[in-house]
């Protein structure tokens, strides 16, 4: 009988297999290992023409590894890749275009010295001018504009990159990636940095490509996007495929449950923290870029929120503060003493802290090791003058390692080779090492999984608990309002209004968000 049962089973496999169409993308068994770490092991999964196929996992499952892999940025150590059935190797990123696969990264590859229209076109101007002896910059900026218009983007193909937002940048990335005309794309995180507009911009784009009957690979730690946007879905732990669905017949839940290995009860943690007396006032705080000037105060153990649409002035705000970009004026008492801050320096010695929405360019040394970046904000605590305490250095790192849960193989490891959510979280070690009672978050949990985030909200608590001052700054409402004990509101450049507590809700904030 069981003999008749899997005979079956194996005629209704390949009665299957006959009906479905040849893969667009095969992956067969491929591993990758880095010194000290397996990467990948034995992964495979088919993916089919005209299909969204998410992939989901924690910080440091694979993902990214993979995808580097498939674009040729890494080469794999063993197993097989097939496109329309036909086996390939892809040695280099250039090899990856002319295979049809284009890439949107995690982390934005972009020249800030060049334009908008450079960057889209970048390695490819003579080819898209026509004439490799003199560019026709007119055709190049005019094919520039139509890939803008696609993406929705509100800038010109002659702007520089360096002084677009990040969220702008992320839509010239797409651009880019939509310039190739590819059938496979690969789209790493597209949406950790857009707004809702521009996040629906996205989806129809995808949906477009769909129904071009493209491929699209697309990996998010945002879950509610691969159930709106994606037909199946694997998921990657510890570099293996531990599942695999159709979108249709999984839950939330369930994922949570495949990618970190057990249920999360709640997605946040209960608040803990007792809001003490005014420790932080600002008064006056204006610059050049806006004729409004922002003003609010700050408890010991009170978590701030700050909210508001892209563009609203959140970011320009927190850098004045910490003395990173010029303020017209700004007027700051801390601990009942008024202070000067007109650098970075200035604002390390007064207790503050900040952890920027742009960790790759300003937040890490990535080229330096993992115990370099976690203690270059506070060196006094490792070190005496110009000597430096290894062991001291050792055992403050391991101290944070263990308590953020940061996956590195060694603490001399390049910061440049870990996963973007350990990377964020050797950002938050850095400032907590230094004791900041002022901390700044500008959206601290961008780009890291629901099992990563749980450990920063949770650490977020601890620090509120232990009396620190938290300005929260996130586009994540659900997380803004669950933990913020208020929110400051802002809009054109100016506060819209302070919610308290009870006050705040996602219709409250949107509000006065929109005006």
């Known amino acids: 009988m069981c003999e008749r049962e899997g005979e079956t089973l194996s005629l209704s496999r390949r009665r299957m297999e006959v009906e479905m169409p040849t893969p667009a993308l095969r992956i067969e068994n491929l591993t990758k290992s880095f010194p000290g770490v397996r990467a990948l092991r034995n992964v495979s999964m088919d993916i089919y023409p005209g299909e969204v196929h998410a992939l989901v996992g924690e910080n440091g499952a694979g993902k990214s590894t993979l995808m580097k892999i498939l674009n040729g940025n890494y080469a794999k150590d063993g197993g097989n890749i097939f496109l329309n059935g036909r086996k390939v190797d892809i040695g280099s990123p250039k090899q990856a275009m002319s295979l049809g696969i284009s890439i949107i990264f995690q ?43 696609k993406v929705h983007g509100n800038f010109s193909s002659r702007d520089l990159v360096g002084g677009l937002s990040i969220a702008q940048k992320q839509l010239v990335e797409i651009a880019k990636a939509l310039s190739f005309d590819a059938n496979i794309i690969l789209m790493d995180e597209p949406s950790a940095t857009l707004t809702d507009n521009e996040l629906d911009t996205l989806f129809s784009i995808v949906s477009r490509l769909r129904a071009e009957n493209r491929t699209v690979i697309y990996i998010s730690h945002r879950l509610e996007e691969i159930f709106r946007i994606a037909d199946r879905v694997t998921v990657l732990r510890d570099g293996e495929v531990v599942a695999g669905y159709l979108v249709a017949d999984v839950d939330k839940n369930t994922l949570i449950r495949d990618m970190v290995g057990r249920a999360l009860e709640n997605a946040y943690p209960p608040k803990t923290n007792a809001v003490g007396s005014e420790y932080m006032v600002l008064r006056g705080l204006s610059r050049r870029d806006t004729s409004r000037s922002v003003s609010f105060s ?42 000067r801050i007109r650098k970075p320096e200035e604002a390390i010695r007064h207790g503050i802290g900040f952890v920027t929405e742009n960790r790759k360019e300003e937040g890490l040394v990535t080229e330096f090791e993992v115990a370099k970046n976690i203690t270059m904000a506070s060196l006094r605590k490792v070190g005496r003058l110009i000597f430096l305490s290894f062991a001291r250095e050792k055992s403050t790192v391991n101290r944070y390692v263990d308590m953020l849960g940061i996956k590195t193989p060694s603490l001399t490891k390049k910061v440049a080779e870990l996963s973007g959510g350990n990377q964020q979280k050797i950002v938050l070690s850095k400032w907590i090492n230094a004791d900041a009672k002022i901390l700044i978050l500008d959206e601290p949990t961008r780009g890291i999984d629901v099992g990563a985030k749980y450990e920063v909200y949770k650490i977020i608590m601890r620090l509120a608990s232990e009396g620190k001052c938290i300005l929260f700054v996130s586009s994540d409402l659900p997380e803004l309002i669950a933990l913020s004990d208020r929110i400051v509101v802002m809009r054109d450049g100016g506060i819209a209004g302070i919610l308290q507590g009870a006050e705040a809700s996602a219709e409250a904030v949107m509000a006065l968000a929109c005006g």
Do not use: P, Q
């Open 107 to 149: 982390e934005l590859n972009l020249e800030n010295n060049l334009s908008v229209g450079e960057n889209i076109f970048l390695g490819r101007l003579s080819e898209v001018s026509g004439s490799v002896a003199r560019l026709d910059w007119r055709l190049i900026h005019e094919k520039a504009r139509s890939y803008i218009e």
């Open 298 to 339: 700050v408890k010991s153990g009170e978590i701030l929120g700050f909210a508001g649409l892209v563009g609203a002035g959140r970011t320009e705000v927190m850098r004045c503060l910490f003395g990173a970009d010029y303020c017209k004026s700004i007027d700051i008492s801390i601990d009942g003493r008024k202070r």
